[in-house]
Nanobody
Framework: QVQLVESGGGLVQPGGSLRLSCAAS????????MGWDRQAPGKQRELVAY???????NYADAVKGRFTISRDNAKNTVYLQANSLKPEDTAAYYC???????????WGQGTQVTVSS
């Protein structure tokens, strides 16, 4: 079993920044991809960004140039640096990890990001 624990969400003013973290723990596993999705009230969950264990990254158009995803493979931790935040970035952010040994995704409980003045 793999557990993912997110941290770093909160309330920030438009134009501000936040850094989200997600640490994976549990029994022996091999994580291939880690990433972040988000879901705003009344909207579908959408991809924010992901990063492979080789360092390849992909971003949603809505966050390109403002968000940066990074990863510490030794710590099984993924980070999301969110800059120039906008009210439309307000959502619950969910971390996920694709584990090769079990061939499935695991999800965190989510962390709330609210961008408001």
């Amino acid at each position: 079993q793999v557990q993912l624990v997110e941290s770093g969400g909160g309330l920030v003013q438009p134009g501000g920044s936040l850094r989200l973290s997600c640490a994976a723990s549990g029994s022996m596993f091999n994580i291939q991809t880690m990433g972040w999705d988000r879901q705003a009230p009344g909207k579908q969950r959408e991809l924010v960004a992901y990063i492979t264990n080789g360092g390849y990254t992909n971003y949603a158009d809505a966050v390109k140039g403002r968000f940066t995803i990074s990863r510490d493979n030794a710590k099984n931790t993924v980070y999301l640096q969110a800059n120039s935040l906008k009210p439309e970035d307000t959502a619950a952010y969910y971390c996920y990890a694709f584990v090769v040994t079990t061939n499935r995704n695991y999800w965190g409980q989510g962390t709330q990001v609210t961008v408001s003045s």
